[in-house]
C-alpha cells in the first residue's frame, strides 16, 4: 500500500512536471526578412561587366516572404561595387500574369555592402527571379527559378492543441487515480 501511493505520487509530479514544460511560456522565434535560414542560389555568378552572389531566405520561402541578399563585385578587379541600381522582378512561372517589382537597396541589408530587398509573393508555385545591375560599368543581368512553399498551418494547430490535450491528459489521469483509489477504500472495508 505504501508502495503504491509513492507510485502514484511519482506519477502525478511527474504529470505536473511535464504538462508545466508544456504550458511554459516558450521562446519566440523570428518569422521576417533575413530569418528562417538562408541559401544561397547564386555564388560567383557572371552578369555582364559583374559578378553577383544571391542569397535567399527563409528556407524554403514561404509565400509573402522572400528576402534577397544581393551583392555585386566588378569581374575583373573583384572589388565590391556598393554604387550601383539593383532592380529585382519576380514573375510566375506557372501561367499567370503576376509580377512584383522591388528596388534592392542597402537599408535594410545585413551586411552594409550588400543589396537588398524583401518582395510579397502572393501565392505558392514556382517563380523566375530577375537581378538587373546598371551602373558606371553597364548592365548586367542573372536569373534563377525559386520554389515558394504555402505558410504551414500545423504549428498554429499544435501550439494551441498541445497545452489542451497535455491538460485533458493531467485530468483523465487523476480522475482515473481518484477511482483506484475510491475502489481500494471499498475494497479494504469491505473485508474483515
Known amino acids: 500500500m505504501v508502495f503504491e501511493m509513492k507510485t ?36 560567383e555568378e557572371p552578369a555582364g561587366p559583374y559578378v ?35 532592380m529585382i522582378s519576380a514573375s510566375s512561372t506557372e501561367g499567370e500574369d503576376s509580377t512584383i517589382d522591388a528596388i534592392a537597396t542597402h537599408d535594410i541589408a545585413p551586411i552594409p555592402d550588400e543589396y537588398a530587398a524583401h518582395l510579397i509573393i502572393p501565392r505558392a508555385g514556382v517563380w523566375s527571379i530577375n537581378i538587373q545591375i546598371d551602373g558606371p560599368l553597364g ?15 500545423l504549428g498554429p494547430i499544435i501550439s494551441i492543441g498541445a497545452p ?5 491528459i493531467l485530468i483523465f489521469v487523476f480522475i482515473r487515480m481518484q477511482r483506484d483509489s475510491m475502489d481500494k477504500t471499498q475494497g479494504s472495508e469491505e473485508q474483515p
Open 139 to 153: 548592365y548586367g543581368e542573372v536569373s534563377f527559378l525559386e520554389r515558394i512553399s504555402s505558410p504551414s498551418s
Open 52 to 86: 553577383v552572389r544571391v542569397v535567399t531566405s527563409p528556407t524554403p520561402p514561404k509565400v509573402e516572404n522572400l528576402y534577397l541578399e544581393i551583392r555585386v563585385l566588378d569581374a575583373e578587379s573583384r572589388d565590391i561595387l556598393t554604387d550601383l541600381s539593383v
Open 8 to 43: 502514484r505520487k511519482m506519477v502525478v509530479l511527474s504529470l505536473i512536471a511535464i504538462i508545466s514544460l508544456i504550458l511554459a511560456p516558450q521562446p519566440a522565434y523570428a518569422d521576417g526578412p533575413g530569418t528562417g535560414g538562408r541559401r544561397i542560389r547564386l555564388d
Open 164 to 168: 489542451f490535450a497535455g491538460l485533458a
